[in-house]
């Protein structure tokens, strides 16, 4: 679900209501004005002789000016009610909870990290690309940026903010209806605007207990010996310069973290399903796919290749 | 014939024999006329070759940004399309928004500001000749570098706006985004030219007697934009040239928020500039609008003070909207509600204007001539962008449409109905003036219908795909995102508009060789332009008009009231004052100059060589003074009798 016009927080409904109300009396306005319009130039052809340059009679005028006027006042009023209500929802939308989840999101070229905040630092989950939120109750985001300015939308859920360096910027909203909302960066930064999504979770609290708490721990080591060795050459082979993966020594924050990969319905940013075939394709040539990716293809045989994502596939 | 009098031309009516009205005009022919063949050509400061050369090269851009814009709608036709890579398609809609703002609609609006100001105020010439030829091959230099650079694959790519960091040195390396900042610089100046020359023309070269408020209002507009682009044109040119040039050639930190520079600076200063210039591109062409609408419905404009006050408070508002392009930066929800309160007030200038003037066809009898229909195309399309400009005023509803295709559709309501549909207009009204022959009224209509239909059916549905989620800039979308069937509507309305433009290049290139002859006022109009020959002589008028009203063709009923003393053995144009436009002094108009495009080259060279080294930006300077030299030596040089007679006097003995 991607759509401002499904909202599934009190948030979005407010903008939503304002939206509609704006559509029905801007077209209104605009209908009003196209069928004058086409009254004073088809309905009233050929009225007066055509070279008629004489003054307009002073009683026409009079009520030329009165409508004029008229319509001038009418539109004062109208947008003079529009930024009212546009206040009041401004209003609420910038009333921050008190207490909220606070999750910390950096936006990077080209993938979101979100950080679960936590004053256990144990208890602190990093993930990518995919948050889960607890449906009633506000969530607060820290937004920052890590190299230019993107833009966190997940427009069911509320509007955009942009994310600038040097800047922190926040945004809350409270998810009402439990669901997976898309969102994608709103702002230009670069090659791989295109490509630069994420899915918002949304889930009663118990399950979002559950996903936290199994996602603050370590995945269990792998067992079998493909896996054991799909985890070798993870290690040895580029990979864990830039990707994280909790109880190894892959501890960096390049790309996005894999602890939990395959938790995630997709890989890449939103860019493809993950599924077996896809990341093998994505880890054999990721140019192919998101071409100005800062990952760069790693050249793996076939045996590494399937061993490794054999690994990954553990990283439940 | 004493100073208090309000009308100084009045005591010394006399009328000249048609002999000597056509010795007069002979011995013009002689002064005015330019150098022969392509060394005239190159030489010219007539302000109508110039103009006229504006508009060719302007709509030329028009039509390279149009091919940019197909491109991509053949890109966004279906998901995962894969026409252009992303690499090609972030070139393409930066060049095409480039394009589009920078290099045709401010100076297709300034050129026609060039063409038709002086004759609509009854002068002989622009008032800086010389520095408006300069201005022109400035922008042409602009144009051939971006479009040589885009071929060569070093097309700019972080978009018209250029945000920093994205722009800057670190994710920016290479010399693209050089390429986008050293343009702007050459539209900057080249816009600030006309500007200048604009509003030196309308308060010293008017007609005697034509006081403030007889100018008509298209002389408004430009006058008021003019004003605008002064002071909105530096931001940018501080901005680009010199903050982002520092930060990207010698490492100064401007925007380097590692560095303690500021991020969000660029965006202020570009805005700054960013948002009047769209006004600068709107009041002109709703200049156009108030003589199309007095034609064809036969009646003087409703309102003409409430007309000139919107323009001027549109123009001051202008100023105060920019950060409605911010909303979603963390700037204080407080400060933003007075952007948000003045983005909506600025509707209401625009609404008196189109009351105005559907007040003046309800009292009149419109003829639905081509040029009218694309003023009622007009109101049809730009209508909804202003409503859907009031909507995205709103901070939290802009929240959810900002930088998504909401915006995308919204802006092109605006710059397409509220810029090119009058244009579009004015072409067909003015043509004969410029050419002498009139457009084909058939495939005019055609055009009309192509356009207004093709225009609705590209962006109409782009505002659903805003709200649905679709953000701008976009090389490509997932299928599963559903957005395939709206963006393949959108892309057969851009063929669509692609037609329209095709049967009006048919059009105008049919009738300019072959279309009817128009005559010196083919519609009958009103304006001082139309009491000269279409085309006009080089000197524009044999005798200067006089101005009595703010109709003068209309209002005149046996002829034109005309002033006569002016030498006709040099080119001498009538100064008057600035408010009452009584007549001040003769001046003399230079002659066909090389320096203004030899300076153009030099300062060409200056600019893109300081790209590469700054040793070039010496060698620029060093070339640049001989140029200079040699232009006041042409001032010095020509300058045949005297000058700053007082003319008053003078004129009444001769007349």
Same mark, same amino acid.
């Given at each position: #679900?991607?759509?401002?016009?499904?909202?599934?927080?009190?948030?979005?409904?407010?903008?939503?209501?304002?939206?509609?109300?704006?559509?029905?009396?801007?077209?209104?306005?605009?209908?009003?004005?196209?069928?004058?319009?086409?009254?004073?130039?088809?309905?009233?052809?050929?009225?007066?002789?055509?070279? %008629?340059?004489?003054?307009?009679?002073?009683?026409?005028?009079?009520? #030329?000016?009165?409508?004029?006027?008229?319509?001038?006042?009418?539109?004062?009023?109208?947008?003079?009610?529009?930024?009212?209500?546009?206040?009041?929802?401004?209003?609420?939308?910038?009333?921050?909870?008190?207490?909220?989840?606070?999750?910390?999101?950096?936006?990077?070229?080209?993938?979101?990290?979100?950080?679960?905040?936590?004053? %256990?630092?144990?208890?602190?989950?990093?993930?990518?690309?995919?948050?889960?939120?607890?449906?009633?109750?506000?969530?607060?985001?820290?937004?920052?940026?890590?190299?230019?300015?993107?833009?966190?939308?997940?427009?069911?859920?509320?509007?955009?903010?942009?994310?600038?360096?040097?800047?922190?910027?926040?945004?809350?909203?409270?998810?009402?209806?439990?669901?997976?909302?898309?969102?994608?960066?709103?702002?230009?930064?670069?090659?791989?605007?295109?490509?630069?999504?994420?899915?918002?979770?949304?889930?009663?609290?118990?399950?979002?207990?559950?996903?936290?708490?199994?996602?603050?721990?370590?995945?269990?080591?792998?067992?079998?010996?493909?896996?054991?060795?799909?985890?070798?050459?993870?290690?040895?082979?580029?990979?864990?310069?830039?990707?994280?993966?909790?109880?190894?020594?892959?501890?960096?924050?390049?790309?996005?973290?894999?602890?939990?990969?395959?938790?995630?319905?997709?890989?890449?940013?939103?860019?493809?399903?993950?599924?077996?075939?896809?990341? #093998?394709?994505?880890?054999?040539?990721?140019?192919?796919?998101?071409?100005?990716?800062?990952?760069?293809?790693?050249?793996?045989?076939?045996?590494?290749?399937?061993?490794?994502?054999?690994?990954?596939?553990?990283?439940? | 014939?004493?100073?208090?009098?309000?009308?100084?031309?009045?005591?010394?009516?006399?009328?000249?024999?048609?002999?000597?009205?056509?010795?007069?005009?002979?011995?013009?022919?002689?002064?005015?006329?330019?150098?022969?063949?392509?060394?005239?050509?190159?030489?010219?400061?007539?302000?109508?070759?110039?103009?006229?050369?504006?508009?060719?090269?302007?709509?030329?851009?028009?039509?390279?940004?149009?091919?940019?814009?197909?491109?991509?709608?053949?890109?966004?036709?279906?998901?995962?399309?894969?026409?252009?890579?992303?690499?090609?398609?972030?070139?393409?809609?930066?060049?095409?928004?480039?394009?589009?703002?920078?290099?045709?609609?401010?100076?297709?609006?300034?050129?026609?500001?060039?063409?038709?100001?002086?004759?609509?105020?009854?002068?002989?010439?622009?008032?800086?000749?010389?520095?408006?030829?300069?201005?022109?091959?400035?922008?042409?230099?602009?144009?051939?570098?971006?479009?040589?650079?885009?071929?060569?694959?070093?097309?700019?790519?972080?978009?018209?706006?250029?945000?920093?960091?994205?722009?800057?040195?670190?994710?920016?390396?290479?010399?693209?985004?050089?390429?986008?900042?050293?343009?702007?610089?050459?539209?900057?100046?080249?816009?600030?030219?006309?500007?200048?020359?604009?509003?030196?023309?309308?308060?010293?070269? =008017?007609?005697?007697?034509?006081?403030?408020?007889?100018?008509?209002?298209?002389?408004?507009?430009?006058?008021?934009?003019?004003?605008?682009?002064?002071?909105?044109?530096?931001?940018?040119?501080?901005?680009?040239?010199?903050?982002?040039?520092?930060?990207?050639?010698?490492?100064?930190?401007?925007?380097?928020?590692?560095?303690?520079?500021?991020?969000?600076?660029?965006?202020?200063?570009?805005?700054?500039?960013?948002?009047?210039?769209?006004?600068?591109?709107?009041?002109?062409?709703?200049?156009?609008?108030?003589?199309?609408?007095?034609?064809?419905?036969?009646?003087?404009?409703?309102?003409?003070?409430?007309?000139?006050?919107?323009?001027?408070?549109?123009?001051?508002?202008?100023?105060?909207?920019?950060?409605?392009?911010?909303?979603?930066? &963390?700037?204080?929800?407080?400060?933003?509600?007075?952007?948000?309160?003045?983005?909506?007030?600025?509707?209401?200038?625009?609404?008196?204007?189109?009351?105005?003037? /559907?007040?003046?066809?309800?009292?009149?009898?419109?003829?639905?001539?081509?040029?009218?229909?694309?003023?009622?195309?007009?109101?049809?399309?730009?209508?909804?962008?202003?409503?859907?400009?009031?909507?995205?005023?709103?901070?939290?509803?802009?929240?959810?449409?900002?930088?998504?295709?909401?915006?995308?559709?919204?802006?092109?309501?605006?710059?397409?109905?509220?810029?090119?549909?009058?244009?579009?207009?004015?072409?067909?009204?003015?043509?004969?003036?410029?050419?002498?022959?009139?457009?084909?009224?058939?495939?005019?209509?055609?055009?009309?219908?192509?356009?207004?239909?093709?225009?609705?059916?590209?962006?109409?549905?782009?505002?659903?795909?805003?709200?649905?989620?679709?953000?701008?800039?976009?090389?490509?979308?997932?299928?599963?995102?559903?957005?395939?069937?709206?963006?393949?509507?959108?892309?057969?309305?851009?063929?669509?508009?692609?037609?329209?433009?095709?049967?009006?290049?048919?059009?105008?290139?049919?009738?300019?060789?072959?279309?009817?002859?128009?005559?010196?006022?083919?519609?009958?109009?009103?304006?001082?332009?139309?009491?000269?020959?279409?085309?006009?002589?080089?000197?524009?008028?044999?005798?200067?008009?006089?101005?009595?009203?703010?109709?003068?063709?209309?209002?005149?009923?046996?002829?034109?009231?005309?002033?006569?003393?002016?030498?006709?053995? =040099?080119?001498?144009? /009538?100064?008057?004052?600035?408010?009452?436009? =009584?007549?001040?002094?003769?001046?003399?108009?230079?002659?066909?100059?090389?320096? &203004?495009?030899? /300076?153009?080259?030099?300062?060409? /060279?200056?600019?893109?060589?300081?790209?590469?080294?700054?040793?070039?930006?010496?060698?620029?300077?060093?070339?640049?003074?001989?140029?200079?030299?040699?232009?006041?030596?042409?001032?010095?040089?020509?300058? =045949?009798?005297?000058?700053?007679?007082?003319?008053?006097?003078?004129?009444?003995?001769?007349?």
């Amino acid at each position: #679900m991607h759509s401002a016009f499904a909202p599934a927080s009190p948030q979005a409904h407010l903008v939503a209501t304002l939206w509609w109300w704006m559509l029905g009396v801007g077209g209104a306005i605009w209908l009003a004005v196209i069928a004058t319009m086409l009254y004073v130039t088809l309905a009233r052809r050929g009225r007066r002789g055509p070279d %008629d340059l004489q003054h307009v009679p002073d009683a026409t005028r009079r009520r #030329m000016e009165r409508v004029v006027l008229g319509a001038g006042s009418l539109t004062v009023l109208v947008l003079a009610a529009f930024l009212v209500f546009d206040f009041s929802v401004g209003h609420a939308l910038a009333q921050h909870p008190q207490r909220a989840l606070t999750i910390d999101i950096t936006g990077h070229q080209w993938w979101w990290e979100a950080e679960y905040e936590d004053p %256990d630092p144990s208890k602190r989950l990093t993930t990518a690309n995919e948050i889960h939120v607890p449906t009633g109750e506000p969530v607060q985001f820290k937004l920052r940026s890590a190299d230019v300015i993107h833009s966190f939308w997940a427009p069911n859920l509320n509007g955009k903010k942009d994310l600038i360096p040097g800047y922190l910027s926040t945004l809350w909203f409270e998810a009402d209806t439990a669901g997976v909302y898309r969102g994608q960066c709103a702002e230009f930064c670069g090659l791989q605007h295109a490509k630069m999504a994420f899915y918002v979770v949304a889930e009663p609290r118990a399950k979002f207990q559950a996903w936290l708490a199994a996602g603050a721990q370590s995945p269990p080591p792998p067992t079998d010996s493909t896996q054991l060795y799909g985890q070798r050459v993870f290690l040895s082979s580029g990979c864990a310069v830039c990707h994280t993966i909790g109880g190894t020594a892959a501890q960096a924050f390049v790309g996005p973290p894999l602890t939990h990969v395959m938790s995630r319905a997709t890989i890449a940013a939103g860019a493809l399903a993950n599924t077996r075939a896809n990341l #093998m394709a994505w880890i054999t040539n990721p140019q192919a796919i998101k071409p100005g990716a800062r990952m760069p293809a790693v050249p793996l045989t076939g045996p590494q290749l399937a061993a490794l994502v054999d690994y990954l596939g553990t990283l439940k | 014939m004493t100073s208090s009098q309000r009308e100084p031309m009045l005591p010394a009516e006399t009328t000249l024999s048609e002999e000597e009205v056509a010795r007069e005009a002979a011995a013009l022919d002689r002064v005015w006329a330019g150098r022969p063949g392509f060394w005239g050509w190159l030489t010219a400061v007539d302000h109508k070759s110039i103009g006229k050369r504006y508009l060719v090269t302007t709509f030329a851009m028009f039509l390279a940004g149009g091919i940019l814009a197909a491109f991509m709608r053949t890109q966004l036709m279906r998901p995962e399309n894969t026409v252009l890579g992303p690499d090609r398609y972030n070139q393409v809609f930066t060049v095409h928004g480039t394009t589009m703002m920078f290099l045709f609609a401010v100076p297709v609006m300034t050129a026609m500001g060039i063409y038709f100001v002086p004759l609509m105020v009854g002068a002989r010439n622009i008032a800086f000749p010389r520095a408006n030829a300069f201005g022109y091959w400035t922008y042409f230099v602009g144009v051939v570098f971006l479009y040589v650079s885009l071929i060569a694959n070093t097309g700019p790519d972080t978009g018209w706006f250029a945000y920093v960091p994205l722009s800057g040195p670190q994710y920016s390396p290479g010399h693209r985004v050089d390429v986008w900042a050293q343009l702007v610089t050459f539209t900057e100046i080249a816009a600030l030219i006309a500007a200048v020359n604009v509003i030196v023309t309308v308060f010293k070269l =008017r007609s005697p007697g034509m006081s403030l408020n007889r100018l008509p209002l298209f002389v408004w507009a430009q006058l008021v934009v003019s004003f605008m682009i002064v002071f909105a044109m530096p931001a940018v040119a501080a901005g680009s040239t010199l903050m982002l040039g520092l930060d990207r050639t010698v490492n100064s930190h401007w925007f380097n928020p590692a560095e303690g520079g500021d991020a969000l600076l660029w965006q202020h200063i570009f805005w700054f500039f960013g948002h009047p210039e769209v006004y600068i591109i709107f009041l002109p062409a709703l200049g156009f609008i108030t003589p199309i609408v007095e034609t064809f419905a036969r009646r003087k404009v409703f309102g003409y003070t409430a007309l000139v006050m919107s323009n001027i408070t549109t123009a001051f508002f202008a100023f105060g909207l920019w950060v409605h392009h911010m909303f979603a930066t &963390p700037i204080p929800e407080l400060g933003q509600s007075l952007f948000t309160a003045a983005s909506m007030v600025i509707a209401i200038p625009t609404g008196v204007q189109i009351f105005c003037w /559907l007040a003046t066809l309800w009292a009149g009898r419109a003829e639905l001539r081509v040029p009218l229909l694309f003023v009622l195309g007009f109101i049809f399309t730009f209508v909804i962008g202003g409503i859907s400009g009031v909507m995205l005023a709103s901070v939290a509803f802009d929240k959810q449409a900002h930088d998504t295709f909401f915006v995308v559709a919204h802006l092109h309501y605006v710059l397409l109905g509220g810029g090119v549909m009058p244009l579009f207009g004015a072409f067909y009204f003015w043509f004969p003036k410029i050419t002498g022959r009139m457009l084909d009224e058939t495939l005019g209509k055609l055009h009309f219908w192509l356009f207004v239909i093709g225009v609705n059916v590209t962006f109409f549905p782009m505002h659903v795909l805003g709200l649905e989620g679709m953000p701008r800039r976009v090389y490509t979308y997932l299928e599963s995102t559903g957005w395939g069937s709206l963006n393949l509507v959108a892309t057969l309305g851009a063929y669509t508009i692609a037609l329209s433009v095709i049967v009006f290049l048919v059009n105008a290139i049919r009738s300019w060789w072959g279309g009817e002859v128009a005559g010196a006022n083919p519609w009958n109009s009103s304006g001082l332009e139309w009491a000269t020959t279409s085309p006009p002589p080089p000197y524009n008028f044999v005798h200067v008009p006089v101005t009595t009203s703010r109709h003068p063709l209309w209002d005149t009923t046996v002829e034109l009231p005309v002033l006569s003393g002016l030498r006709t053995d =040099r080119r001498e144009v /009538l100064v008057t004052t600035t408010f009452d436009a =009584r007549p001040d002094y003769r001046h003399e108009d230079p002659a066909p100059s090389i320096w &203004p495009l030899y /300076l153009a080259l030099c300062m060409g /060279l200056t600019f893109i060589g300081g790209i590469f080294s700054p040793y070039l930006v010496v060698v620029g300077l060093a070339l640049t003074l001989p140029g200079l030299f040699g232009l006041a030596w042409q001032s010095i040089t020509n300058h =045949r009798g005297p000058d700053h007679v007082d003319a008053p006097q003078a004129l009444a003995e001769t007349a």
